[in-house]
Every structure is written in structure tokens, then in C-alpha cells.
């Protein structure tokens, strides 16, 4: 039993060749020798990482991540100071512009109104202090066609502006776009109230009414004011 117990011991542990005596008198090392921890221990130690470096990779991948957010924050904040930027220029050439059309929104208007000016200039030019009595047939010829000219270039202004004149004689009463005067009478080519009679012109600036025309509308007789 004492040799199958050795037998068995010896199957366990590997045989090294030592100088010096044997360790139990049979050439076996003793399964708990200092040699057979050494060599356990070194197998060991060999395939496992230190445990020093886990922590500093860890730490040194932090790092890199630390600085990699701290570029992306860089530049985020540099791009949206400059979209601000940005934001604040439009801002203020939006301003700029909308003044602008404020104070010259009329230019064009007012430059053809230049040559109604300058018809009128020379119509009046005729009235001089200086002519003739023999002459005041040709002046009052020359201003008639002078104030028609006058009226054909107003319209033609207004036309190019989309400025009409209204013509509401016959037209059934409209608060938006009528001034009541007073009424009159009905008649048999004016209904009811419709306008009969308009007092002073109304004008719509592309189809907005700007002034109001000042009429006179038609009513039954028994029920006029």
C-alpha cells in the first residue's frame, strides 16, 4: 500500500533532475517542494498581465476622449458665435433695406410725377404778365391743350402705379368704399339705394380703397332725409 501511495505521488508531480542528494531518498521531488511552487508560480505569472497596466490604459483612453470632446466643444462654440454673428448682420441689413423701401418706395412714382410738373410748368408759363390782349385767344388755346395733356399723363401715372379712380354712379351703396352725403330721390334711371350723385372721387391702390368717394344715394321718396 506505501509503494502504490508513492506510485501514485510520483505520477502527479513531474521528475526534475537536481543536483545533491535525492528529497525523500528515491530521486522524487516532494509534491510541496520549494522548486515545484517556484515553477507553478512562474507558469502562472507568465501568461497573466501585470495588473499595473489595466488601470493605466484606461486611464490614458479617458484622456484621449477628454481631449477629443473638449475639440468638438471648441469648435461647436466657435461655430455658433459665428452663426450668431451672422444673425445679427442679417438683422441689420434687414433693418437697413426695410427703411430704405420706407423712405424710396415712392421714387419711382414720384419720378413720373416729375413730368406731370413739368406740364404743368409750361401751362402755366402762358398766364405771363407780359402778353397781349390781341394774344389771350392763342394763351387760353395753349393752356386748354396744355391741361390735357395734363390729365392724359395723370392717368397714364396712376394706370402704370395701379392707382384707379373709381366710378361708382349706379352702383349699389358700399360703406367700405363710400362716403355717405345725403340722400336724394329715386328716379327712373336710379334705383334705390344705388349711388345717384358723386360728390368728390374716390381711389383704390391695387384693388385697396385709399379714399373714400363722397356720394349721394338714391332712397323712395317718402323716405328721404
Known amino acids: ?20 542528494p535525492p528529497a525523500d531518498g528515491r530521486g522524487w521531488l516532494h509534491p510541496f517542494s520549494t522548486a515545484t511552487q517556484r515553477t507553478a508560480g512562474e507558469d502562472c505569472s507568465s501568461d497573466d498581465p501585470p495588473d ?4 493605466s490604459l484606461a486611464e490614458q483612453a ?28 442679417i438683422r441689420r441689413r434687414t433693418q437697413r433695406c426695410v427703411e430704405d423701401a420706407k423712405r424710396f418706395g415712392i421714387q419711382s412714382f414720384c ?47 396712376f394706370a402704370k402705379h395701379g392707382l384707379e379712380k373709381m366710378a361708382p354712379i349706379g352702383d349699389k351703396y358700399d ?20 349711388v345717384a350723385i358723386v360728390r368728390q ?8 380703397t385709399i379714399r373714400l368717394a363722397r356720394v349721394e344715394v338714391a332712397v323712395e321718396s317718402q323716405r328721404r332725409l
Not at 360703406?175 to 344705388?194: D, K, M, R, S
Open 1 to 20: 500500500m506505501a509503494a502504490r501511495s508513492l506510485w501514485a505521488a510520483g505520477r502527479r508531480v513531474p521528475r526534475l533532475l537536481v543536483s545533491g
Open 52 to 55: 499595473e497596466l489595466g488601470p
Open 62 to 89: 479617458l484622456r484621449l476622449k477628454a481631449v477629443k470632446l473638449e475639440k468638438e466643444v471648441q469648435d461647436l462654440t466657435l461655430r455658433c458665435q459665428r452663426a450668431v454673428a451672422d444673425c445679427e448682420n
Open 111 to 157: 419720378k413720373d410725377l416729375v413730368e406731370v410738373a413739368d406740364i404743368l410748368e409750361k401751362t402755366t408759363a402762358c398766364f405771363s404778365e407780359g402778353a397781349e390782349p390781341e394774344d389771350q385767344k392763342l394763351t387760353l388755346e395753349k393752356v386748354c391743350h396744355g391741361l390735357s395733356l395734363l390729365e392724359a399723363k395723370l392717368k397714364s401715372v
Open 175 to 194: 360703406p367700405h368704399e363710400h362716403e355717405l352725403i345725403c340722400h336724394v330721390p329715386a328716379g327712373v334711371e336710379v334705383q334705390p339705394g344705388t
Open 201 to 208: 372721387d374716390g381711389y383704390k391702390l391695387h384693388g385697396r
